[in-house]
């Protein structure tokens, strides 16, 4: 299994910006597609961005044209950048990892993977 240590969360303004930073030290992420999912209080885990082994990234409709997902497998590190937040942002974000490729409908869907970090807390107000 792949260790995931996100960082990077804090507070921010409305339309603010926050870069989360996902680290697998001493792993090598190259064949496995990454992901980011968060969690607001109340509701289910959803899934915000994912990027696959081929760079190729997808997004939910919530945060497509503000978020930026993008990975550099030399740093073997994860990376998510967000851009005009709202305070529908707000919520605990995950970072995840599968081994492989993962076809368009399930790579949003958290099931899909197997490797998760502990979260970092987003907030904004």
């Known amino acids: 299994h792949v260790q995931l240590v996100e960082s990077g969360g804090g507070s921010v303004e409305t339309g603010g910006s926050l870069t989360l930073s996902c680290a697998a030290p001493?792993?090598?992420?190259?064949?496995?597609?990454l992901a980011w999912f968060r969690q607001s209080p109340g509701k289910e885990r959803e899934g915000v961005a994912t990027?696959?082994?081929?760079?190729?990234?997808a997004y939910s409709d919530s945060v497509k044209g503000r978020f930026t997902i993008s990975r550099d497998n030399a740093r073997s590190t994860l990376f998510l950048q967000m851009n005009s937040v709202k305070p529908e942002d707000t919520g605990m974000y995950y970072c995840?990892?599968?081994?492989?490729?993962?076809?368009?409908?399930?790579?949003?869907?958290?099931?899909?993977?197997?490797?998760w970090g502990q979260g970092t807390q987003v907030t904004v107000s």
């Open positions: 995840a990892a599968r081994w492989g490729y993962l076809s368009d409908t399930d790579r949003l869907l958290d099931s899909w993977y197997d490797d």
């Open positions: 001493g792993y090598v992420l190259s064949p496995y597609s």
């Open positions: 990027i696959d082994i081929d760079e190729a990234p």
